[in-house]
């Protein structure tokens, strides 16, 4: 059975730091490429971070300079830390493994 378990998110103030966790089963975990999307009321959701298999990463424009991907395979975790939030980088962070499985996410909040 797969399960993709976030945690990790809370309030901040702005330019203060987070990271994201997500710990996978169920799959070969080590073989899918990883991605972190964020999804902000009213807004659709959006990727903010991946990392591939041989990991390389990539990262959407907002988060280039703030946010680093990183990702263990021995713990089946992949991690986003999260440097310099802004109160635009509200969001529920949900995690994805390739095509095909979600995790339910983890808020973070910045905001004084």
């Known amino acids: 059975q797969v399960q993709i378990v976030e945690s990790g998110g809370g309030l901040v103030q702005p330019g203060g730091s987070l990271r994201a966790s997500c710990v996978a089963s169920?799959?070969?975990?080590?073989?899918?490429?990883m991605q972190w999307y964020r999804q902000a009321p009213g807004k659709e959701r959006e990727l903010v971070a991946g990392i591939s298999a041989g990991g390389s990463t990539y990262y959407a424009d907002s988060a280039k300079g703030r946010f680093t991907i990183s990702r263990d395979n021995a713990k089946n975790a992949v991690y986003l830390q999260m440097n310099g939030l802004k109160p635009e980088d509200t969001a529920v962070y949900s995690c994805?493994?390739?095509?095909?499985?979600w995790g339910q996410g983890t808020q973070v909040t910045a905001s004084s």
């Open positions: 994805r493994a390739g095509f095909r499985y």
């Open positions: 169920g799959f070969a975990f080590k073989d899918y490429f």
